[in-house]
């Protein structure tokens, strides 16, 4: 286990940066829980959404059981380091936070309720860690694919933010950057808590909801 210090809590710089490497990460062809396929291409009707919360493999969990979601894979994102390995992340010499997959069907559900599901299933107000867990791996974040989703993500993050001041927390600190790439994280992390039912699942609310149907509304 990695010793926590002041270099968990600091992003590196793309100088500062592990090298990585050009191979990607070998990832299962199917989801472990529904047999859907981790890697794309999706068909029309899908919609990727790239979240992150702390621990992936509770975050994962919740997505894949949510409404109108396809499949989830876990990955690292939001830093320099090219496919990275999960020590190597859990350095903090990557930049990356551990990151969520999800892909929904349109016709199913909302990159609102997606959004609404991430908000209220961690705290986005603790900076570099979620809990116990502490580093820049754990950070919030949500990394959006087009302009319409940035500004739903903003527009969300204001009405939770209204939320959770009124319930006495402080401010939110998640992330919110275009998405850069994807990298698949080691195949034994995929649905791991499907795999290991009883394994580490970090991943807790503040209780507050997050209301959905605002976005748009004048």
């Known amino acids: 286990m990695a ?15 592990l ?14 829980v529904n047999g859907h396929p981790l890697v794309g291409p999706w068909a029309a009707e899908l919609e990727v959404a790239y979240v ?6 509770g975050a994962e969990r919740i997505f894949w059981k949510s409404d109108g979601v396809v499949t989830t894979a876990v990955g690292y994102q939001g830093g ?19 990151a969520v ?20 299933n961690h705290d986005p107000t603790q900076g570099m860690r979620q809990g116990n867990d502490v580093g820049t791996q754990y950070r919030s974040a949500v990394y959006t694919t087009s302009e319409t989703q940035a500004e739903i993500a903003r527009a969300t993050r204001a009405t ?18 275009p998405a850069g790439p994807f990298f698949y994280a080691e195949a034994y992390h995929q649905q791991y808590l499907a795999k290991v039912p009883n394994g580490y699942c970090g991943i807790g609310g503040t209780g507050v909801t997050c209301p959905v149907g605002l976005v748009g509304r004048s």
């Open 19 to 32: 090298p990585g490497r050009t191979d990607s990460m070998a990832v299962p062809s199917a989801h472990h």
């Open 3 to 17: 010793l926590f210090g002041s270099s968990k809590l600091h992003l590196p710089t793309a100088e500062e940066a």
């Open 101 to 120: 997959l999800v892909v929904f069907d349109t016709n199913r559900t909302t990159y609102e309720r997606v959004l609404a599901t991430f908000w209220e």
């Open 160 to 177: 939770y933010q209204e939320r959770l001041r009124a319930a006495g927390y402080g401010e939110i600190t998640t992330e919110i950057a």
């Open 80 to 98: 320099h380091t090219p496919n990275p390995t999960y020590e190597e992340v859990c350095s903090g010499r990557t930049a990356h936070t551990e």
């Open 52 to 57: 992150g919360m702390g621990c992936f493999w």
